[in-house]
Nanobody
Framework: QVQLVESGGGLVQPGGSLRLSCAASGSIVSVSAMGWYRQAPGKERELVTVITRADDANPTTDIADSVKGRVTISRDTAKNTVYLQMNSLKPEDTAVYFC????????????????WGQGTQVTVSS
């Protein structure tokens, strides 16, 4: 089993910044993808940004147009931790942010499986 623990959410005023963290733990062998999605009330879950081919020599990063230029994803491979730096936040960024990963772990390797965190609330309001 793999667990994802998010932190860093909260209330911030428009134009402010937040830094979210997600730590993965468990019998992880390799990480194929890791990133962030979000879901606003009444909306479907949508991609924020994700690192794909994370275990490859040439990983790639996908990012939603709505946050491009304001959001940066980074990863500490040794700690299996991913960060989401969000700047110039807007009210429309208000959502529950979910950490996501696709990993191979002991008992399942080399097949991969998706895992989701419980989510952390980000509220942008004045």
């Amino acid at each position: 089993q793999v667990q994802l623990v998010e932190s860093g959410g909260g209330l911030v005023q428009p134009g402010g910044s937040l830094r979210l963290s997600c730590a993965a733990s468990g019998s992880i062998v390799s990480v194929s993808a890791m990133g962030w999605y979000r879901q606003a009330p009444g909306k479907e879950r949508e991609l924020v940004t994700v690192i794909t081919r994370a275990d490859d020599a040439n990983p790639t990063t996908d990012i939603a147009d709505s946050v491009k230029g304001r959001v940066t994803i980074s990863r500490d491979t040794a700690k299996n931790t991913v960060y989401l730096q969000m700047n110039s936040l807007k009210p429309e960024d208000t959502a529950v942010y979910f950490c996501y990963t696709n990993v191979a772990h002991r008992g399942n390797w080399p097949s991969t499986k998706d895992y989701w965190g419980q989510g952390t609330q980000v509220t942008v309001s004045s």
